[in-house]
């Protein structure tokens, strides 16, 4: 575990829980292209993204106005 400008970043976490991060020059990326950073070459490290819930419970992105699963609003949309 490393802290990066204030975010906690996690060096071993499942891909699709995570975005991409070098901890050097602040590069992002959403994928795991590679292991080491396009931009300077240090190892990227995975920032653990913020896990959402409509009020049912079911799992929704960031960007979900209403739960996919059972249409519920999801608040602070």
């Known amino acids: 575990m490393v802290l990066v400008g204030g975010r906690l970043l996690y060096i071993s ?11 050097k020059c602040g590069n992002e990326d959403n994928i795991r292209r590679s292991r080491y ?10 920032v653990l993204r913020q896990m959402r819930r409509c009020p049912n419970g ?5 960007f979900d106005k209403y739960c996919p699963k059972c249409g519920a609003k999801i608040d602070g949309s």
């Open 13 to 23: 976490v499942k891909a699709e829980n995570a975005d991409w991060v070098c901890p």
């Open 37 to 46: 950073c396009p931009e300077c070459g240090s190892e990227m490290v995975a």
């Open 58 to 62: 079911h799992k929704v992105s960031e």
